[in-house]
């Protein structure tokens, strides 16, 4: 089967511009995650969605933090504007039922 | 808050040998808790999952225990190899899910 897919793999951008990461999860996982993961650190929830609704938010930072899984299949998150600690690596997760995760290969963001 | 400790940070031992990897939590109330491999560059593989009712899960050359009471699980691996060099993270689910900080284990041949 199918991984989850994320893309793009790698992102730089400046302080105060936008970006937008996607994520494809595993052909019929109903929940699906976003992490951060400073380096040197364990992910961080940030968003965890259960088809197209949100379970928990609380740790993302909803002032310049957005994400949406408008179907209940892939899913957008979004940073406007980027700060210099967002850079970090940026994972998705998804499972059948809500207990083993899959992770896709990350999205690494570096903010200059 | 729920804080999740990996000790030690980093190990490094010669092709082989038995290891414990340890993970600390100071909630016990938890639905399970996972122990996830990293490799440089790759997402996480999900290696072992205990439920909050169980006290250890085995796959291979890996088990896991988890004493709830005592908020800890152990990652034991039996005679290990090169091919087990990676940050190894522990994970428990209560309300939320947090992850610890990891051990970056390598394995000299």
């Known amino acids: 089967e199918a991984g989850v897919a994320q893309s793009p793999r790698y992102k730089i951008i400046e302080k105060r511009q936008s970006v937008a990461f996607w994520c494809n999860p595993i052909s019929g996982h109903a929940t699906l995650y976003w992490y951060q993961q400073i380096l040197g650190q364990g992910p961080k929830l940030l968003i965890q969605?259960?088809?197209?609704?949100?379970?928990?938010d609380s740790q993302l930072p909803k002032d310049r933090f957005s994400a949406e899984r408008l179907k209940g299949v892939d899913s957008t998150l979004k940073i406007q504007p980027a700060k210099l600690e967002d850079s970090a690596v940026y994972l998705c997760?998804?499972?059948?039922?809500?207990?083993?995760?899959?992770f896709g290969p990350g999205t690494r963001l570096t903010v200059t | 808050k729920q804080e999740v400790t990996q000790i030690p940070a980093a190990l490094s031992v010669p092709e082989g040998e038995n290891l414990v990897l340890n993970c600390s939590f100071t909630d016990s109330a938890i639905y399970n808790l996972q122990w996830f491999r990293q490799d440089p560059g790759k997402g996480l593989t999900s290696l072992l999952l205990i439920q909050s009712s169980q006290r250890e899960q085995t796959s291979g050359r890996l088990n896991a225990s988890l004493d709830k009471s005592s908020g800890r699980s152990t990652l034991y691996i039996a005679a290990s190899q090169p091919g087990d060099s990676a940050t190894y993270l522990c994970?428990?689910?209560?309300?939320?899910?947090?992850f610890g900080t990891g051990t970056s284990l390598t394995v000299i041949p």
């Open positions: 969605f259960q088809n197209n609704g949100v379970v928990d």
């Open positions: 994970a428990v689910t209560g309300n939320q899910f947090y």
């Open positions: 997760a998804s499972s059948l039922g809500g207990e083993k995760q899959y």
